[in-house]
């Protein structure tokens, strides 16, 4: 006895095949029972099958046989019956009263045109044209230069209206400086000029203006 089951422990493997295809053999064996042992649309249930509902009555066999006809009729021929339709009334015209609610007429007279004659336009208001900036005269005094027996002014003067020339040289006292201001007196200091009556002071090499009116 003991030989078999140290055999059977040491090929464990082998043995352990052999029991799972002796249950697989087992299984399929059940499993073709049960299937040869149905019937063909059978249920393997206790309850009967219910009864197929008789949707066509097999049994009656009236349509073969010919139609109950009198003799003298035609099967062939159809005749259609048409219900007469009843006659309309007739529809009797009332009187229609008269309409008394006339549109009244509109006024044809045309709208006459406004009176343009007392209605003048605003005059425009002509801008105010700015006033011109007041002339200026600038004048540098160089000192005075001994020319034989006399000694004469030497300046510089600038106009400030538009389109002057610059005006230097040399003047004795009487000259004028651009027509309008008169060399009065002249040192090694100083040059004194007279416009309307009323006199400037230049201090040599300083730039001074004078205000033209």
């Known amino acids: ?20 295809l002796l249950v697989m053999l087992a299984g399929f064996g059940v499993a073709a029972y049960f299937v040869l042992h149905e019937q063909e649309g059978a249920v393997a ?6 009864k197929m509902p008789a949707y066509f009555d097999t049994d009656n066999t009236n ?7 009198t003799d003298g009729t035609n099967p062939l021929a159809f005749v259609s019956k048409v219900s007469v339709l009843p006659p309309e009334p007739q529809k009797h015209d009332t009187p229609t ?16 045109p406004a009176n ?26 160089r000192g005075f230069i001994t020319n034989g027996n006399k000694q004469v002014a030497f300046y510089s003067a600038n106009d400030t209206t ?3 020339k610059p005006e ?14 008169d060399i009065k007196e002249f040192n090694a200091d100083s040059m004194v ?21």
């Open 1 to 20: 006895m003991s030989k078999p089951l140290e055999k059977i422990t040491q090929e464990w493997e082998r043995t352990l095949l052999v029991f799972v």
């Open 45 to 50: 249930a206790n309850t009967p099958l219910p």
């Open 63 to 69: 349509f073969l046989n010919p139609a109950g006809m």
């Open 97 to 112: 009263r008269p309409n008394t609610n006339r549109p009244k007429p509109q006024d044809t007279k045309k709208p006459q």
């Open 116 to 141: 343009t004659k007392t209605q003048e336009p605003p005059k425009k208001q002509e801008p105010k044209k700015p006033a011109a900036p007041p002339r200026k005269i600038k004048i540098t005094y």
């Open 162 to 164: 538009k389109g002057a």
């Open 168 to 181: 230097s040289g040399v003047a004795d006292t009487g000259k004028k400086i651009y027509k309008i201001l």
């Open 193 to 213: 000029l007279e416009y309307k009556g009323k006199t400037h002071t230049f201090p040599k090499g300083v730039k001074k203006e004078i205000t033209i009116q």
